[in-house]
């Protein structure tokens, strides 16, 4: 006969046992969800989970690297390093020319380079008045020096853009049909208005009588077939912690000048009275680069920091 101590016992069994079987059923039921949640296929709410979302957003650095340095512009770009952050990077056409030990400048043509020509364009004609004034010498706002001819004219300065026009041949032709070929040495201040080129009186001469005055032409840009080399001129003051530099003789009007540096080439700024300006010395006395409206570098080497001396260097642009 069962006892009272006994039926106690059996229930409290009764009741392990109930409470085993369900933590064992929830234990297995958690274990369940866990596994279907760690599938890569699973979605909640119809949203990635967060290991899709790294995949699809994870960039290729790889690719992204390979594309940086397949790329070769002159100009400075960007690629990634190793801890994925960006560094600058200067690629060029060619390795930057060592100057030479010697006197005599090596010189070398380059290639051609995409560049901005200004507002004096090629194949382009202008519309505007031709006036004279006294040139002197044929000395004026470029600081070329004194003219080997009187051929020569000061470009308004809306057209003189910071000096960019120095040194441009420009044909210019009258209404009454005559026409003359000017080298731009000088700026035309206000109130030239854009378009008038102010011919020296030897130049005007050849279009009209100076007692005309005012005289309507139209003008564009030339590239000359007979002409020599080009030169380089290091300005007056410069040395190898400041330099001033500025290209003489050259066919068609330059665009930018660079400078050899251990960092790559680097371009100078152009100030107004035509010379390019390394305020900290950095590349001065180093191979020079200089690359004209078209496109076209050409590239010096050994020229020694000589202030206020013409030095030639033996390279001319193409004629176009």
């Avoid at 060619?94 to 901005?116: F, I």
């Avoid at 026409?179 to 001469?205: H, K, M, W, Y």
């Avoid at 309507?216 to 080009?230: A, E, Q």
Wanted: glycine content about 8%; charged content about 15%; some cysteine.
């Amino acid at each position: 006969m069962t006892t009272t101590r006994q039926i106690a016992r059996q229930r409290r069994r009764r009741r392990r046992t109930v409470l085993g079987a369900t933590v064992a059923l929830a234990t297995a039921g958690v274990l369940t969800f866990l596994v279907i949640a760690l599938l890569p296929s699973h979605k909640v709410d119809g949203k990635p989970t967060a290991a899709a979302t790294l995949v699809t957003t994870q960039p290729k650095a790889a690719e992204t690297a390979g594309t940086a340095s397949a790329s070769a512009t002159p100009s400075p770009s960007a690629s990634l390093s190793a801890s994925g952050s960006a560094t600058p990077r200067v690629t060029a056409t060619s390795k930057a020319a060592k100057p030479s030990q010697k006197s005599t400048p090596t010189s070398s043509r380059g290639s051609t380079t995409s560049v901005s020509a200004g507002r004096i364009r090629p194949n382009t004609s202008y519309q505007g008045v031709a006036t004279a004034y006294e040139a002197g010498v044929g000395d004026g706002a470029c600081l070329f020096g004194p003219s080997p001819d009187m051929m020569i004219a000061a470009m308004n300065t809306t057209d003189y853009e910071t000096s960019r026009a120095c040194g441009a041949y420009v044909l210019v032709r009258a209404a009454n049909g005559k026409s003359i070929t000017v080298r731009i040495t000088n700026e035309c201040p206000l109130p030239c208005a854009p378009g008038q080129i102010d011919l020296s009186q030897q130049a005007f001469a050849k279009l009209a009588d100076l007692k005309v005055g005012r005289l309507p032409i139209t003008w564009s840009l030339v590239s000359p077939s007979s002409i020599g080399t080009m030169s380089i001129r290091y300005k007056t003051g410069s040395s190898a912690y400041w330099c001033g530099i500025q290209v003489i003789g050259h066919r068609n009007p330059v665009a930018r000048l660079e400078v050899s540096t251990a960092n790559g080439w680097r371009q100078l700024p152009r100030t107004s009275f035509n010379y390019f300006i390394a305020e900290d010395g950095n590349g001065c006395g180093k191979a020079i680069r200089v690359t004209d409206i078209y496109g076209e570098q050409l590239t010096v080497g050994g020229l020694a920091v000589r202030a206020n001396v013409v030095q030639p260097t033996g390279v001319q642009f193409a004629q176009h």
